[in-house]
């Protein structure tokens, strides 16, 4: 929920005299999206997106991203395909920011999970990964499990705050995780965030993947791990089963996987929830007074976390 | 800048069935407007907005705001026309709160006000008093002369926080204010509240004004007052007097003023810039930590109040 940087009149006239999109119609911030400045643009030649790339998102990984998306879009994926200028390219400044226009993807994302989103979103995901394959860049996953040790240190002074015991929890769990982290899995371009809220329905249907801006170059079925965290768990952090298996289903039905990737799945999601509960708690802690950020309850991934470590293999998820 | 209620697809889809607008296409929340959530809803039949109204605007006011809107939009004004239910109802329930959909305006509004705007802001202002006419409903100004010495009380026990002997300063300018506070105006319906992001322009003219939710029955020029303030001052609380002067002539131009009303303006430009500065300096002292609103520093209207009171006539303003 954010727009971080106004962008005058002037500025964005300039700015759209780069494109060839026609001329402007209408220009408002969108409340979604945390990392950067997102407006819905409007034009004589139709809808767009405007991002302004703030500071947590590194400058220099903008050509992959915006490069992976179109690497995406042309093989078949859908999703936003970034809007070259006239110079030939999408990436351009403005307001003193680095800034890209993509296409309008129509869609709603799902308030509220329900079953059948799951078998097509694990279908999308498993044609993501093939779509991304033969594409160039790499990107190392700045959130991945070489970077969790740190992310903890910082919230250890201040974990205890939010649950008695917890820095140490997780100091434990950490270390186990690390040690039990696979190596030789398939690897490739990932999403790395797909949450309810990068995905859109239209009637039914799923309709596109958006925010590609934590995709990287890591374990494909890591991805399938972040799902099945953040679309297959009732409130009350219950795994809901037909949810997980609707998921691997559709997954699977366009790219089987391998037993190596089946047999990793309770460590990867391990993984995939210590990695969102350390960067929630982190923003818990760290989020200034009078910030225009939502701070997410740590706990959530807290409680996602205790029931991937009960889980003795990936017949709990429904495999 | 705020979405503040979030709409699950179920609640939105039978909310939609309600209304003879077509098929949902997308839905996403609006990173403006503080009072009320604002979602950009867009359909088979074209682009709509999605109002849900929070608990800081009175539901028996509703009536009044989208009922003016028609009225205005009927008299040929730009402004958000309220779509009506199949029920007939251009107010219904959703989540929970009362919700509208009203027409989509295109235009951008202003980050940057620039003398080229003013003249034409002063001529729709004046369309609006003018359109407002037989309008037959009223509603008193909650934010008028005799709401601020409440909310100044309620300031006082902090305002010194903010600036040394503040209060006492407000307590001197706001009785100074109700003795000269003048009587027998010309008096109709109201925007209140139009600030530049509530103007819209296109290719450099004035597209729509949006925003009602503060329009209320009270003196014509007072919301002359209001834009003074609003739309005329430097930075730095200087009044740019070609500003005020076009905003003037382009008032004056469809509705010529009374030489009461002129002489009045320096008296209601002190009551607006001291309301603004009153509801900023609550907000100041009163926004939660973590809240999602931009606080805006009240010191901009304590110097605005300044100027206005250094002022000896309408002849500061270029009349």
Redesign the interface.
Known sequence: ???YT?????A?SAFLALYDIG??????????GVENSNY?L?TSAG?FILTLYEKRVNKEDLPYFLGLMEHLRARGLTCPQPVRARDGRNLQELAGKMAAITT?L???W???VRLEHCEPLGAALARLHLAGQGFAMTRRNGLGPDAWGALLDKCLPQADSVLGGLGTELQGWLARILADWPQGLPVGQIHADLFPDNVF???GKLSGLIDFYFACTDILAYDIAVCLNAWCFETHAELNVSRSMALLRGYQSVRPLADAEIAALPVLARGAALRFLLTRLYDWLN?P????V??KDPLDYYRRLRFHFAVSGAGAYGL
Chains 1, 2 share one sequence.
């Open positions: 929920m954010a727009v106004e962008v005058t009149d002037e964005l001329t402007l119609t209408a220009f408002r911030g969108i409340a979604e819905a409007k809808d309008f129509p869609g709603v799902p308030r509220h329905f239209l009637e989020t007074e009078g910030a225009l939502t701070r």
